[in-house]
């Protein structure tokens, strides 16, 4: 005889149950993940949600979606504009790296986050290793995703399935590689208005960046920034 939902659910908690619905939704879901561990991240702040995060979430995903296929077509190239204060460092640097590790169960990951001030990319690595450590993330993905003791600093950290994150200033493009080279606002405000500030972040960009890709053709580089001038790097991608 089939068994009722009450004798299915016996043994098992209150907690135990809200911890497998997390892990369902969020396996699912980019914006999911964002939507539940937000209280993680950004404690006092309310979570706005708005269309453009929707959008953002659907073009990652998508770059997550094919790296799980052994195909010869990759979709692995993104670039987004939007203005500040639309969550974009936070989404792309702190959340998506997090869910591939855990939700989606890619530990193996490996990212290389740079920005025009290492201050910049350092501030997002400590936000994603708070979430990863905190102990809402631990225990739904606490299995997959363990940080290890000898590799575990704000600059760069490492799990046991050997995926790091490493933040670096966008003139230092050079040692590790990584599977995702995440470029958030390579050109401060005033750099932007620098013919040879500007060059050199762009030759930056055109001559190093894709050296520092685990595979030329699977690994993808995504670059989020606000427009500066007509020739920043948006512009010449």
């Known amino acids: 005889m089939a068994k009722s939902v009450d004798e299915l659910l016996a043994g098992y908690s209150v907690d135990d149950l809200q911890v497998a619905l997390d892990r369902a939704d969020c396996a699912d879901s980019l914006v999911n993940f964002i ?3 937000w209280h993680v991240v950004e404690p006092g702040q309310a979570y706005v949600h708005n ?3 929707d959008m953002i979430c659907a073009h990652l995903e998508a770059i ?8 010869d077509q990759y979709y692995n190239r993104l670039l ?3 203005p500040p204060g639309m969550m974009k460092s936070l989404l792309v640097n702190v959340f998506w790296p997090a869910w591939e590790w855990g939700p989606r169960n890619m530990p ?5 986050c740079a920005s025009h001030s290492l201050n910049n990319a350092v501030r997002d690595s400590t936000k994603m290793r708070r979430l990863i450590q905190s102990d809402w993330y631990q225990k739904r993905w606490g299995d997959t995703v363990v940080l290890t003791g000898d590799q575990n600093q704000k600059t760069k950290f490492e799990n046991s ?3 790091f994150r490493q933040a670096i200033a966008m003139e230092g493009m050079t040692g590790a590689r990584g599977d995702r ?3 958030d606002d390579p050109h401060s405000v005033d750099s932007a208005k620098s013919e ?3 060059t050199s972040t762009i030759e930056t960009f055109e001559n190093a960046v894709p050296t520092r890709l685990n595979n030329p053709d699977k690994s993808a580089i995504v670059v989020i920034m606000q427009r500066l001038h007509e020739e920043d790097v948006s512009g010449v991608i």
């Open 35 to 37: 939507k539940l561990s």
């Open 181 to 183: 080279v995440i470029i």
């Open 80 to 82: 987004i504009n939007v």
């Open 196 to 198: 040879a500030e500007r």
């Open 108 to 112: 193996h990951m490996r990212y290389i």
């Open 161 to 163: 399935a050997t995926g």
């Open 51 to 53: 269309w453009h995060i």
């Open 64 to 71: 997550t979606d094919e790296a799980m296929i052994d195909d």
